[in-house]
């Protein structure tokens, strides 16, 4: 397709499980970023990627999560031992560069819920 | 470090112009974005300002006073869509943007 795509759109799961969440970026965006979005709140910066560059991890908000981009496309969001607190929509965006204007394409997220 | 303010909702009758204000604190400025998010769904870009000034598109437009910090989304005659929340998002270096909580507009007939 031509946006971002997100898998699976809805995430149901226990307290303790690990999760993964797919983010597959606009073809030919260099830049891919992680958010997270609590009901009514705006969006959490958790991680982004620009291009073969090291990750900028700083809004992951503990060692459980962590992220990786796999031949600077697709993306994968994990979440460890996960926690009622971690239930919120996670979304993924990409752009050509992130030193640009060029807007950031979201997708359109996945509900995680933990129960 | 970095700071952003805009009120967390406002309320407009249909027909109407209604300004969203944003003020922000960063380091090394490029510009501002403006996003639009309905509720359950993903935020679209409406709006980028890099020089000061207004940016017009069809009925919306978005203002930039780098010298004050300060940036604003205006949009006219309003339509009962255009209940969403709004995000302002300054661009700052090579890094994300930054969201805020954002602002909540309900357009009322």
């Not at chain 2, 969203?20 to 380091?27: H, L, P, R, W």
């Not at chain 2, 974005?33 to 935020?43: L, N, T």
């Not at chain 2, 020089?51 to 604003?72: I, K």
Request: charged share 15%; with cysteine.
């Amino acid at each position: 397709g031509a946006g971002v795509s997100q898998s699976p759109s809805n995430k149901v799961t226990e307290k303790g499980k690990d999760v993964e969440l797919r983010c597959d970026p606009i073809s030919g965006h260099t830049a891919l970023y992680w958010y997270r979005q609590s009901l009514g709140q705006g969006l959490e910066f958790l991680i982004y990627f620009q291009g073969n560059s090291a990750p900028d991890k700083s809004g992951l908000p503990s060692d459980r999560f962590s992220a990786e981009r796999t031949g600077g496309s697709v993306s994968t969001l994990t979440i460890q031992r996960t926690q009622q607190e971690d239930s919120a929509v996670y979304l993924c965006a990409s752009s050509g560069t992130a030193a640009s204007a060029q807007p950031q394409h979201f997708g359109d997220g996945t509900r995680l819920s933990i129960l | 470090g970095q700071s952003l303010e805009q009120p967390s909702e406002v309320t407009a009758v249909e027909g109407a112009i209604v300004q969203i204000n944003c003020t922000y604190q960063t380091s090394g400025f490029y510009g501002l974005s403006w996003y639009q998010q309905h509720d359950g769904g993903a935020p679209t870009f409406l709006s980028y300002n890099a020089l000061d000034g207004l940016e017009e598109t069809g009925r919306f437009s978005s203002f930039l006073s780098r010298s004050d910090s300060y940036g604003y989304l205006l949009l006219q005659e309003l339509q009962m869509k255009d209940s969403a929340s709004y995000f302002c998002a300054p661009r700052s270096g090579n890094t994300p943007l930054v969201f805020g909580k954002g602002t909540r507009l309900s357009v009322i007939a």
